[in-house]
């Protein structure tokens, strides 16, 4: 370790040598979500990158074990903070697995137009930033613009904009607003109108596309030996995807494509993303015209809390509802590995359960970690300036990637 | 004596209000993208307490000024002392003086006199501009290299292969005017767009020189580093490229720059391409319509007249540049380096050729 | 141009000029040289070779010395650490050198002001039209070489420093 | 206007400063820049004579120089680029051997 500093020391001060080290970050513009980039610069060339991640470690893993399961759940919001309601609904998923148990229909619905709302914010957020930092800054405020209509909806859902805690296990927290799909229809047409906006600007625009094209290429073997998911995967060329391969919730019941690249380059990456947005508008367009009438909870005193009125108004509903605070769901001994597509890619939750009312161990595979890790492999060879776009596409999101 | 006296009232005037335009410039920036952007923008400050009216432009004329001048202004302690303070003076100078070879009227009449406007009469004032331009680029490396920071390093190194390239592509746009036109003299080739072709198209050099019009934009557009071409100072690369180790006054002067680049750039496009202070069928004696109409008008009014044309002309190019700015992803550097020498420098060489045949061929 | 202007060019001249072979920091070298190539366009100007002072100024100051930056910080160049010649050849060239000079300034001091006076400027000297006049008729073939010559040189240096 | 031998004599100062710099200076860049220095004491010279002859032939022979020396700072700077990528020093006591 000191050795590797002297070393490192010594290349940095040597003055004869070409070679110039730079450290980007972890508080440089572009490497948002705190990261550093150690760079071997041949004048603008890239020579070697090593990646250093972890400056945004809170070991979410361990504070879990000691939170009973339903406690989980705010910390899940903290780990892909643009889109906390995927990361809900997985950890739901995953614990119900545990149980055996099925949420009502209407909550599963709930959460899939919930997770693909959060889809889309987080792909504009993506987007809009890899613009900015290539330099296109008003395209950025479009897509926040698209974003904060979105984070309307999820806060008029459930009340806030980023720590959700939407899910329980079990359920949701409350029923959808009235009128809500109008409003999520009526949001769609201001999004497809940002998106014909950033489409004139960007996707058609000759300084952009060269700016993204051939740029980080990524090689569909390398994708899949670096374990890479999500759009990253499948601007590669590999069309996996959770939703269909190993389809959760209701997304057999829906009818959506998976949209895949050529080349794996930034280019495809940002049509993926651009295109994934359509596809989750049409997922929630057929979920709205399908959802049904009902609860939105498991009717099971064992699971979930008791109504308020029997917590005020009875001892049973009070003594349910101390045991499901204080002790939690108890949940039977076993181990589950359940995945959702988060916005970045495979969002795993690998939980395990000694049958008392908190997990035993918990364990993330965070999508974007992937990605990061083959970072140092798409920027050999390219130039400072690939760095910011690469990275943006990449989508490092320091929550989820650190924990 | 009253010559030299005469000469330095417009240089005072001309550096008065390129100042404002300057600050201005700033706000017109922050504003306008705002409502481009669907923000509010800036609008803290407001006069005599709480106005109804937001007046934001007092905030960036007023306010930015009295902030970033009263900051503390940091050297990093490897810099080269000297060079980092004189980096922005070096930066500033050029960009300033290079505005008394820009003609900003016709010719103001008092008394017996007859004034022209334009600040120092240079008969070569293409080559002064250019010569200005070119000392620019010193400000800029010496900047990053006083720095003693990587960043601002690499940003010294674009700015200076930046700018040497694309003043390349910019003298050979030149060069078409100059040959169209036949002179260097700025004043004489504003007087020159005065005529109409066929009566009623204005016989603006954009319409003799629409290819080298669009290099120049280009070409001048790189010249004042601003997005696309703002490299040096991409903020999501390095940070604040050639000036990251600056703060206070002396980064203000730098932005400032930015601007009064920015100006010169509008000022040379109003002037070579697009008639300077010429408003279409106003001659110096009055209005001369189609059709052999003729209306006098005083001469003082005229060339009011001319001069709110000029400044009409140099603002729409300034409002165009911030659009521009606002609008398009900056390049990579060797995308930037290729779009100079494999794309605008043969076009411009290509222009040059095909504007000494028409020559020819209409001389002969 | 009257012995004042002279002296104010040519002393700012020397030093400057000095300056660009003592100073220990190439970048302060060359900034120098910036200054001296500066001077020197005034300088040209009362020669009343006005064209010829801004191409000093465009050339050498805005183009070559601005290359010559891009290089030194490019190689990312430091002070000297120490100039290991032979200490002979060292003492013999200041000395040498210094000589030299004196002697200059010694004829400077002995040179009179009354010898020939300059010729009558022609109409237009030293303006566009008359170099240009003789750039394309007396001087065309030179012309023509050397823009052959800049050619060369593009593509040489674009061949050396790609390889 | 001052005697010509006044410009004569200041343009050999500044040459024998030239010439010094490329006798003390071990660093090639600096070297170079005293070349041009000396180039630049000979384009004065040429100036002033023309100026004295009243004859414009002295100020094109200028703008030749110029054009050369142009051509000659950017091969020039690309040869020690050369030479400094593959030594690693430009110091031009360490460059003995012609081939690298």
Known sequence: ?403 | MIDIAISAILTVFILANIMNLGGLLLWVERKGSAILQDRIGANRAALLGKLPINIGIINTLVADPIKLFTKEDFVPPNADKFLHWMAPILAMVPALIAFIAIPFGDILVIGEREINLQAANLNVGILYILGMVSLGVYGVVLAGWASNSRWALLGGIRASAQMISYEIALGLALIGVVMTFGTLDLQEIARAQGHMIGGVLPGWGIFYQPVAFFIFLTAGIAESKRIPFDLPEAEAELISGYFTEYSGAKQATFMLVDFLESIIVAGLITTLFFGGWQVPFLMRDGLHLPGDIFYPLPSLLVTLVQHGAFVTKLAFFCWLQIMIRWTLPRFRYDQLINLGWKILLPIALANVLVTGLMILIFQA | ?163 | MAPISYHLILSGILFTIGVMGVLLRRNTIIIFMAIELMLNAVNLSFVALARHLGSMDGQLIVLFVMAVAAAEAAVGLAIILMVFRNKETINADELKLMRW
């Open chain 3, 1 to 163: 141009m009257d012995l004042l202007t002279f002296f104010m060019l040519a002393v700012p001249l020397v030093l400057f000029a000095a300056v660009v072979i003592l100073h220990p920091s190439p970048v302060y070298s060359a900034m120098s040289l910036v200054v001296v190539m500066s001077f020197l366009a005034l300088y040209f100007f009362f020669l009343d070779a006005h064209m010829l002072g801004w191409f000093q100024i465009i050339v050498y100051a805005g183009s070559i010395m601005v290359l010559f930056l891009f290089v030194i910080m490019l190689l990312n160049l430091q002070n000297d650490p120490q100039e290991h010649q032979q200490p002979s050849l060292r003492t013999a060239s200041r000395i040498g050198g210094a000589v030299l000079i004196a002697e200059l300034v010694f004829l400077f001091s002995r040179s009179s002001s009354s010898e020939k006076a300059a010729a009558e400027l022609p109409e237009g000297f030293g303006t566009v039209v008359a170099l240009s006049e003789k750039l394309f008729t007396d001087f065309l073939i030179p012309f023509e070489i050397t823009s052959i010559l800049l050619l060369i040189a593009a593509v040489g240096a674009v061949v050396l420093a790609k390889r």
């Open chain 1, 1 to 403: 370790m000191a050795e590797a500093l002297a070393r490192q020391l010594e290349d940095t001060l040597d003055p004869t040598s070409e070679v110039m080290s730079l450290q980007m970050g972890p508080s440089h513009p572009a490497t948002h979500g705190t990261v550093k980039f150690n760079l071997k610069l041949d004048g603008e060339k890239i020579l070697d990158m090593d990646v250093e991640i972890g400056y945004l470690h809170r070991g979410f893993e361990k504070m879990c074990e000691q939170r009973t399961w339903n406690h989980v759940v705010p910390y899940t919001d903290r780990l892909n903070y643009i889109s906390p309601l995927i990361n809900n609904a997985g950890f739901a998923l995953a614990a119900e697995r545990l149980l055996d148990i099925q949420a009502p229909e209407r909550c599963q619905y709930i959460r899939m137009i919930m997770s693909e709302i959060s889809r889309m914010a987080d792909h504009f957020t993506c987007l809009g930033m890899a613009a900015a930092e290539a330099g296109a800054i008003s395209v950025a405020f479009y897509g926040l613009e698209a974003r904060e209509t979105l984070f309307d909806i999820i806060t008029a859902v459930t009340g806030a904009r980023l720590t959700v805690s939407y899910a329980r296990v079990g359920g949701v927290t409350q029923d959808l607003p009235e009128g809500f799909a109008e409003r999520v229809r009526g949001a769609f047409k201001d999004i497809r109108a940002v998106m014909s906006d950033c489409d004139n600007l960007l996707s058609k625009n000759r300084i952009f596309i060269e700016r993204m094209s051939g740029v980080g290429v990524l090689s569909k073997e390398d994708a899949i030996s670096y374990g890479v998911t999500g759009p990253l995967l499948r601007a590669s060329g590999v069309a996996y995807d959770v939703r269909k391969s190993d389809p959760y919730l209701f997304y057999d019941r829906v009818d959506f494509d998976v949209p895949t690249g050529t080349e794996g380059d930034n280019y495809d990456r940002f049509s993926v993303r651009f295109e994934e947005i359509r596809q989750s508008m049409r997922i929630i367009d057929q979920a709205l015209d399908q959802i049904p009438e009902g609860p939105v909870r498991v009717d099971d005193p064992r699971i979930s809390l008791p109504q308020k009125k029997d917590v005020y108004g009875n001892i049973e509903g009070l003594m349910n509802h101390f045991k499901l605070v204080i002790e939690g769901v108890k949940i039977p001994p076993g181990e589950v590995y359940q995945a959702v597509e988060g916005g970045n890619g495979e969002l795993g939750f690998y939980l395990v359960s000694d049958g008392s009312g908190r997990p035993y161990r918990v364990r993330v595979r965070p999508p974007c970690f992937f990605g990061m890790a083959a970072l140092g492999q798409m920027l050999k060879g390219y130039m400072i300036s690939d760095i910011i776009t690469t990275f943006g596409m990449v989508n490092m999101i320091g929550g989820e990637c650190d924990r």
